[in-house]
């Protein structure tokens, strides 16, 4: 668990950054981190992972690495998709930063369903 928090609150770490590289994680935290092909280190972690996201409080900042839709970034409600899923107008990988322009004020144009 510790190693799965530090993956996430590290990011400018050197073994984080080759694990992250290795493995094809971007700037958004995954639903899953499974692989076909992967360390021991990589194998256990992906069995907490799961347990590992629940325990995360996200700090919004830019809001260019939480995706609106998908990750669970509002405490208790889950994520909104959930609401809506099977809805043909959402962008599930739209980011929070997307959703506002840089004045403030909502794009609802990606809001709208």
């Known amino acids: 668990m510790k190693i799965g928090f530090n993956l996430v609150s590290q990011k400018d770490a050197l073994w984080v950054r080759v694990l992250c590289s290795k493995y094809g ?8 981190i499974h692989r ?4 021991h280190l990589w194998r256990s972690l992906s069995k907490v992972w799961p347990l590992c ?10 809001g260019k690495s939480i995706r609106g839709w998908k990750d669970s970034w509002i405490p208790d409600v889950g994520p909104l998709c ?10 599930l ?21």
């Open 93 to 113: 990988e739209c980011t929070l930063k997307d959703w506002v322009f840089p004045d403030g004020t909502w794009n609802l144009e990606l809001l709208r369903l």
């Open 53 to 62: 996201c629940e325990n995360l409080i996200w700090s919004i900042g830019e």
């Open 25 to 32: 994680w971007k700037n958004q935290i995954p639903d899953s």
């Open 82 to 91: 959930s609401y809506f899923p099977t809805h043909p107008n959402i962008d």
């Open 36 to 39: 076909s092909n992967f360390s």
